[in-house]
C-alpha cells in the first residue's frame, strides 16, 4: 500500500470514532516505495513514465519526478522487491540495471541534480547494474571513466539506512536473507561486494564502502557514493524539511504513523522514528503489519504501537490491499478510539 492509501484507511477509521476531526494527510516515505508520489505532493512537478528493466532483466514501467533541474528517482521502482514473487527472489541474479536506467532518462531530460531514493530492493549486486547501464548508455565498449555526461551532474541519496557495505552489519549480511538468501548465498554477496569494492578503491584511490548509507538497497548506496560522489542524506528527514513538517505538526492533538514491520530495526533511524522526532510532545501512535521488540518501542517514545492484523490470518491475505486498508481503519477504531478521544480533548 502507499503512504496515501493507508493515510486513507486512517483517515477513515479517525472519523468513524471523531466525525469532527480535522485531520492532515501527509504522504511520507523514507527512499522506498511512495517516495516519488511523496516528493510530488510536497514540491509539484512533472511526473515521467519508461521503460525499464526490472530486477530480472524484465521490462517494467518506472516512474520518476522531474521538476525544473531537479528529478527524484526511486529504486524500488526499477529493482524493487514488490516487483518479483516469492519464489523469484534471488539476490544472486537480481540487477539493478533499471535504476541506471532511471538515471540516464533524467539526465537527458536536463537533471542536473537528481535524488535517488533508496529501499524496498531486490538487489544485492553493490550498484555493479546501475553503473553497467550507464556505461551502455554513454560509452561505446568503454569504461565509466569515459562517461561525460555526468560531470555536471549532483546526485544525493536519500536513505535511513546507515549500514557499510560489507561485513557484519553489511547489506548481505542483514538485508539478503528478506530478499531469498540463503547463508550461503549471504556468504557469496559479502565476498563478492568486497571484491568490487576493494577494486574501486584500487582504482580511484579512495574507498567509501564504509561510509553510512553504503549498504542501502544491496550496496546500490555505495555505487553513488563510490562512483557518483553522492552526498548521503536521512530519506525521512530530507522529505520532512520539504514539506515543512515541522509547522504541519505544531498545533497537532495526535500524530499516527506506521510502516509494513516494527521491530528494533525501527529504532535505527527508519521513518516512524523520524516522525517521532519532528513531533516533539505530541503523542505518536504506530501502526504496522507485523510487530516485535514491542516494549523497546514503547520505550523510544511511542505512545501507542499497534499491529493491524488480527492473530489469525494468512500471509496472502495480509498482503491484499483491501484487506489491509479495512484492518487499518478497524484498528484505529476499536483500539485508538479512547485514546483519540482523550488526545482531543
Known amino acids: 500500500m502507499t503512504s496515501v492509501e493507508t493515510n486513507r484507511a486512517v483517515a477513515d477509521g479517525v472519523l468513524r470514532t471523531c466525525p469532527d476531526a480535522e485531520i492532515v494527510q501527509v504522504p511520507v516515505s523514507d527512499g522506498g516505495e511512495g ?48 516487483l518479483l514473487t516469492q519464489e523469484e527472489r534471488n539476490p544472486l541474479m537480481a540487477t539493478s540495471y533499471g535504476v541506471g536506467q532511471l538515471v540516464v532518462d533524467a539526465v537527458q531530460w536536463g537533471a542536473r541534480h537528481i535524488i535517488v531514493g533508496l529501499g524496498g530492493s531486490a538487489t544485492s549486486d553493490a550498484g555493479t547494474g546501475m553503473l553497467k547501464a550507464l556505461i551502455d548508455a554513454w560509452t561505446k565498449q568503454g569504461t565509466f571513466d569515459d562517461i561525460k555526461e555526468l560531470r555536471d551532474v549532483r546526485f544525493t541519496i536519500a536513505s535511513d539506512v546507515k549500514n557499510p557495505l560489507c561485513g557484519e552489519n553489511g547489506a548481505a549480511r ?4 528478506q530478499k531469498g538468501a540463503t547463508s550461503a548465498m549471504v556468504q557469496h554477496l559479502d565476498e563478492r561486494a568486497r571484491k568490487f569494492a576493494k577494486l574501486s578503491a584500487k582504482h580511484f584511490g579512495y574507498d567509501r564502502s564504509e561510509k553510512e548509507g553504503a549498504g542501502a538497497a544491496g550496496g546500490l548506496g555505495y555505487a553513488f557514493l563510490q562512483y557518483l560522489n553522492a552526498k548521503c542524506r536521512s530519506g525521512i528527514e530530507l522529505l520532512l524539511e520539504s514539506i515543512n513538517f515541522d509547522e504541519i505538526v505544531k498545533n497537532a492533538d495526535l500524530v499516527i504513523t506506521g510502516e509494513g514491520s516494527a521491530d528494533r530495526q525501527t529504532l535505527m533511524g527508519k521513518l516512524p522514528m523520524g516522525i517521532l522526532k519532528h513531533s516533539r510532545n505530541v503523542p505518536v501512535c504506530l501502526l504496522a ?16 504501537v499497534e499491529c493491524i492484523n488480527p492473530p489469525i490470518i494468512s500471509f496472502e491475505d495480509a498482503m491484499r490491499p483491501d484487506v489491509a486498508r479495512q484492518n487499518i481503519s478497524n484498528i484505529v477504531e476499536e483500539k485508538f478510539s479512547n485514546f483519540l478521544l482523550d488526545s482531543i480533548e
Open 35 to 82: 517516495f516519488v508520489d511523496a516528493f510530488y505532493a510536497a514540491i509539484g512537478g512533472k511526473i515521467r513514465e519508461i521503460i525499464v528493466y526490472d530486477p530480472l532483466m524484465r521490462p517494467v514501467t518506472a516512474r520518476y519526478l522531474l521538476r525544473d533541474e531537479e528529478a527524484v528517482i526511486e529504486s524500488s521502482q526499477a529493482c524493487g522487491l514488490t
Open 174 to 177: 542483514v538485508f539478503a536473507p
Open 289 to 304: 503489519g507485523r510487530i516485535s521488540d514491542h516494549e523497546q518501542l514503547l520505550k523510544a517514545g511511542f505512545a501507542r
